[in-house]
Nanobody
């Protein structure tokens, strides 16, 4: 049984930083790409960032490029999302997900396991 557990969400002021973590278990973590998505109230879930199985390839949504960094530690079965220069529009529930392939993917349908989500709120 695959489990993804996010942590690190919270309340931060605009311009501040947060680091999200996602601990994975239940299958060989290093065989799969990982991604972060977010969903704001009344909006569809949207792609934020993805990382390949070995961490060498990353891909970002334009809205977070240059501000967010995705990384992974395969020895710890954990993926991270470092968020900096945060804006009120970054407010959402953030989800980590495990891809169906080793590469980077940006579509919801390319991920088969999801965490429960962690709330991130950015105040102005």
């Amino acid at each position: 049984q695959v489990q993804l557990v996010e942590s690190g969400g919270g309340l931060v002021q605009a311009g501040g930083s947060l680091r999200l973590s996602c601990a994975a278990s239940g299958r060989t973590f290093s065989n799969y790409g990982m991604g972060w998505f977010r969903q704001a109230p009344g909006k569809e879930r949207e792609f934020v960032a993805a990382v390949s199985w070995n961490g060498e390839i990353t891909y970002y949504a334009d809205s977070v490029k240059g501000r967010f960094t995705i990384s992974r530690d395969n020895a710890k079965n954990t993926v991270y999302l470092q968020m900096s220069s945060m804006k009120p529009e970054d407010t959402a529930v953030y989800y980590c997900a495990s891809a169906i392939t080793p590469g980077v993917r940006a579509l919801v349908r390319d991920y088969d396991y999801w965490g429960q989500g962690t709330q991130v709120t950015v105040s102005s």
